[in-house]
């Protein structure tokens, strides 16, 4: 899906920190429609979309729903408990064929990205649905037991995503604009950065994608959990 030059349709691709790269319009418009029709299917259930709630209790700002392993702040489990009480679904093939060549893609371009990109393992999926209001808060992705890379697709509606560092959530940052089918890979140097999604940007997904409203991100990881 790579182009040699790093570029897709006119956008560079960025080298974001060390071990962080966004690569534009990585997805053709066909896929992003795949994913938005697999993701409406995944969000009726079983396991299917419900708002994630913290463990003080308040909401999260999004919806969402996970493949493979279901996870709930801060923990995987096989088990939708704070949905329907159903096993979650299985992680599907399509996802983690995307996931490998995501990454293999980003080491291309930047090595740190992982040591050894052809290992990589996907085993977790999380479909957020972003509202025009919804966002996401500055956090670290901890729940996994490897340093194995993060992969994020963007469909429908661009959102204003800010990437950190790792030290903490304070500066320095960058905001980045993510548009529909580009993708993030952050693993190496950036693995623990915190990031969050700062607000959608309504009425900017592409035309003929059949989403009429929002954002939709999945968002790929190996959690180094044995599948007992």
């Not at 003080?56 to 939708?80: E, F, N």
């Not at 592409?206 to 009429?212: E, H, S």
Request: one cysteine or more; charged letters at 25%; hydrophobic letters at 40%.
């Amino acid at each position: 899906m790579l182009h040699e030059n790093g570029a897709l349709f006119g956008r560079p691709s960025i080298v974001v920190a060390p071990g962080a790269i966004l690569i534009p319009c990585w997805l053709s418009q066909e896929v992003q429609q795949e994913l938005v029709t697999c993701s409406r299917k995944w969000a009726m259930g079983p396991a299917g979309m419900r708002r994630p709630r913290m463990p003080d209790g308040s909401w999260m700002h999004m919806q969402s729903v996970c493949l493979g392993w279901h996870w709930k702040p801060y923990q995987y489990s096989r088990i939708a408990d704070d949905v329907d009480g159903a096993r979650v679904r299985p992680m599907p093939q399509r996802i983690k064929s995307l996931a490998r060549a995501a990454v293999q893609d980003a080491a291309q371009l930047d090595p740190a990205v992982s040591r050894n990109p052809e290992e990589f393992s996907p085993d977790a999926a999380i479909i957020n649905f972003y509202d025009d209001d919804d966002r996401l808060g500055i956090h670290q992705d901890r729940a996994e037991d490897n340093s194995a890379p993060v992969v994020t697709l963007s469909l429908g509606d661009s959102c204003i995503f800010r990437f950190g560092n790792p030290e903490g959530r304070a500066k320095p940052w960058k905001d980045l604009v993510l548009q529909s089918g580009d993708l993030l890979v952050f693993g190496g140097p950036s693995r623990l950065a915190f990031h969050g999604v700062r607000r959608t940007l309504p009425g900017t997904s592409p035309a003929g994608l059949d989403i009429r409203r929002g954002r939709v991100s999945v968002t790929v990881r190996e959690t180094g959990i044995p599948d007992l």
